[in-house]
């Protein structure tokens, strides 16, 4: 299975101290260049960095159409510009992005895609993780965007939440 990721869910997970649970979901992950400067720029503090520059299977590889990637960066940054490129490029079975433009484009372009929040629940649903609410939790309380719709809508699909249940 090939799998590109934004920076988005590299930092997300590390944020959360989950980072493994990419390895464990998919094996290995590629990631562009404009990516890896995002996660690993701010230094070795930065969420992500220090995993990122020490994971043998995260894979750094070049976009090729760099037209398409300065096409895309009139709506997007670089790190999703070249994710999305780069997914196109590899034929990538699913690409990891979260922000919500920069899925619509994805999708846009016939990319299976998830995010940070429904890799919890497939983690869940493959006994990877017990619950996915605390980390939703944690998500939130590090700044991670999430509206509500998003939070219980995950609680359902992971069976924390019944559909009529409301608050």
């Not at 497939?122 to 605390?134: E, F, S, Y």
């Amino acid at each position: 299975m090939i799998v590109v990721a934004n920076a988005g869910p590299l930092i997300a997970l590390a944020q959360i101290n989950y980072f493994d649970l990419l390895r464990l979901l998919y094996g290995e992950l590629y990631i562009p260049l404009a990516v890896r400067e995002e996660v690993v720029s701010s230094g070795q503090t930065h969420p992500g960095a220090v995993e990122v520059n020490s994971a043998d299977w995260i894979h750094i590889a070049e976009v090729r159409d760099t037209t398409a990637v300065q096409l895309l960066r009139d709506r997007l940054d670089a790190g999703e510009s070249e994710a999305i490129v780069l997914a196109i490029e590899m034929k990538a079975d699913l690409l990891l992005i979260d922000e919500a433009r920069g899925r619509r484009i994805a999708e846009a372009r016939g990319l299976r895609k998830t995010g940070t929040v429904g890799m919890l629940i497939v983690a869940k649903r493959r006994g990877l993780i017990r619950a996915v609410t605390p980390l939703l939790d944690r998500l939130l309380a590090s700044g991670f965007r999430m509206n509500d719709e998003l939070y219980r809508i995950a609680r359902i699909l992971a069976d924390e939440e019944r559909p009529e249940d409301r608050v």
